[in-house]
């Protein structure tokens, strides 16, 4: 009885808990002082209505880069014209020979040379940097963004093409916060089913001592 006691309580608190976020609209002042940050997720409004909801490409699980998600897009802001590698693959140091694995961005101006190459039917892009490592990339798992595409919100799904999201083009970007009208009362409320299932607990008739 005790258990079905906790467990309904931990289902009500679970929904409590996503009823706590809200998102609300950046001011022009906040996005000017460099809001949102890389690590944060938040919603681009843009102005037809449409609604795209980002994470960031690098979270504090790196193997999530490109990762699926139906819901969700992975993002990268480009402000100035530049050429930016993104991805993951393998990181081979061409002076020993080490091969490890690579999740991160390249600069464009650190690329020297790069080719396509075609392994059992797969296609990958190999990259040689001017800190003499070659980078090897299959198609689908990284982006390659050149000066000419421009600035923005670039957005992408495993094996989707990118999509460009001009800085014009965006109505508001939303972040989501912690709704307190909501939080206060619930956490009033947590602390008071701590307290009921330890008073529970120990008031509760204890069963007979096994030998």
């Given at each position: 009885?005790?258990?079905?006691?906790?467990?309904?309580?931990?289902?009500?608190?679970?929904?409590?808990?996503?009823?706590?976020?809200?998102?609300s609209a950046l001011t022009e002042e906040e996005i000017n002082e460099g809001r949102p940050h890389p690590d944060e997720s938040f919603i681009l409004v843009l102005n037809d209505g449409s609604e795209i909801s980002c994470r960031p490409a690098f979270s504090t699980n790196s193997n999530e880069l490109f990762r699926t998600n139906s819901n969700e897009y992975y993002y990268l802001r480009v402000d100035k014209p530049s050429r930016i590698l993104i991805g993951s693959g393998d990181k081979i140091d061409k002076n020993t020979?080490?091969?490890?694995?690579?999740?991160?961005?390249?600069?464009?101006?650190?690329?020297?040379?790069?080719?396509?190459?075609?392994?059992?039917?797969?296609?990958?892009?190999?990259y040689w940097t001017k800190d003499n490592t070659r980078l090897?990339?299959?198609?689908?798992?990284?982006?390659?963004?050149l000066p000419e595409q421009g600035t923005g919100y670039y957005i992408y799904k495993p094996y989707e093409l990118e999509r460009k999201i001009a800085f014009e083009d965006i109505k508001e970007i939303q972040e989501s916060s912690i709704n307190w009208?909501?939080?206060?009362?619930?956490?009033?409320?947590?602390?008071?089913?701590?307290?009921?299932?330890?008073?529970?607990?120990?008031?509760?008739p204890q069963g007979p001592i096994l030998p």
């Open positions: 009885m005790k258990k079905k006691i906790f467990i309904s309580l931990l289902i009500v608190s679970f929904f409590n808990y996503i009823g706590c976020y809200s998102y020979g080490i091969k490890r694995s690579f999740v991160g961005v390249v600069q464009g101006d650190m690329i020297d040379s790069s080719r396509i190459l075609i392994i059992d039917n797969e296609e990958y892009s190999l090897s990339l299959k198609k689908g798992e990284f982006i390659d963004i009208y909501v939080m206060g009362p619930y956490t009033v409320l947590c602390i008071a089913v701590i307290i009921g299932i330890v008073v529970l607990a120990k008031n509760s």
